[in-house]
């Protein structure tokens, strides 16, 4: 099977009053998870395994508890499919990715 997941975390942290402040760490759990992604600007979609991916949206949840966020809201959009669906393909015609992207 092949899975694409797209992923919005809104975390609540009682002392800050800016409310992307902790996505930014959320985002660079993704960029370092060797996963192909694509961040946009209001959530952010990940290819990978179905373990891959939950594992990473329960490492997110992690990293923002630990960072003092009350709560954490996370919508979660998954496709699986039988058929090879990818990131690239699906937007080359927006976007210009890099060989090695």
Known sequence: MNYLMSVQVLPYHPGDAQV????????????????????????????????????????????????????VTTNIKLVQSKEENNIKDILKDYYEFEDDE
């Not at 998870?33 to 594992?55: C, I, Y």
């Not at 990473?56 to 009350?70: D, M, Q, S, T, Y």
């Open 20 to 71: 992307y402040s902790h996505t930014t760490g959320a985002i660079e759990l993704i960029e370092n998870s060797g996963l192909t992604h694509f961040v946009g600007p209001q959530e952010t979609t990940v290819e990978g395994s179905l373990d891959e991916l939950f594992n990473l949206v329960k490492k997110i949840n992690a990293h923002l508890a630990n960072e003092g966020c009350e709560h």
